[in-house]
Nanobody
Framework: VQLQASGGGLVPAGGSLRLSCAASGSIFSSSVLAWFRQAPGKEREFVAAIRWSNGYTYYADSVMGRFTISSDKAAKTVFLQMNSLKPEDTAVYYC???????????????WGQGTLVTVSS
């Protein structure tokens, strides 16, 4: 399984970006696709996740109501729509695939290469 993240960039505070994560190979129905982020000097943190089987979604409190995770099963792609961006959202965003829902990065076996999101104040 390979994951390819894209869509990062520079955006002013209050702006929006849409990240994409294209997966190759088989995705089991029990899989969870997630987004994590890592800011300079900080640990990688959970952002959002979606169950591949039923589309149930999960969010970190810090992004609830601003970010939306979705999936296109036919295209094997997961999206992260980010609205009302804040400078503290600045980070490298990674997509990941795991066997089940987990909020820690260690439980995810497959990772994309990361895409940088920079929010200017």
């Amino acid at each position: 399984v390979q994951l390819q993240a894209s869509g990062g960039g520079l955006v002013p505070a209050g702006g929006s970006l849409r990240l994409s994560c294209a997966a190759s190979g088989s995705i089991f129905s029990s899989s969870v696709l997630a987004w994590f982020r890592q800011a300079p000097g900080k640990e990688r943190e959970f952002v959002a996740a979606i169950r591949w089987s039923n589309g149930y979604t999960y969010y970190a409190d810090s992004v609830m109501g601003r970010f939306t995770i979705s999936s296109d099963k036919a295209a094997k792609t997961v999206f992260l729509q980010m609205n009302s961006l804040k400078p503290e959202d600045t980070a490298v965003y990674y997509c990941a695939r795991g066997a089940g829902l987990a909020y820690g990065p260690a439980q995810y076996k497959y990772w994309g290469q990361g895409t940088l999101v920079t929010v200017s104040s």
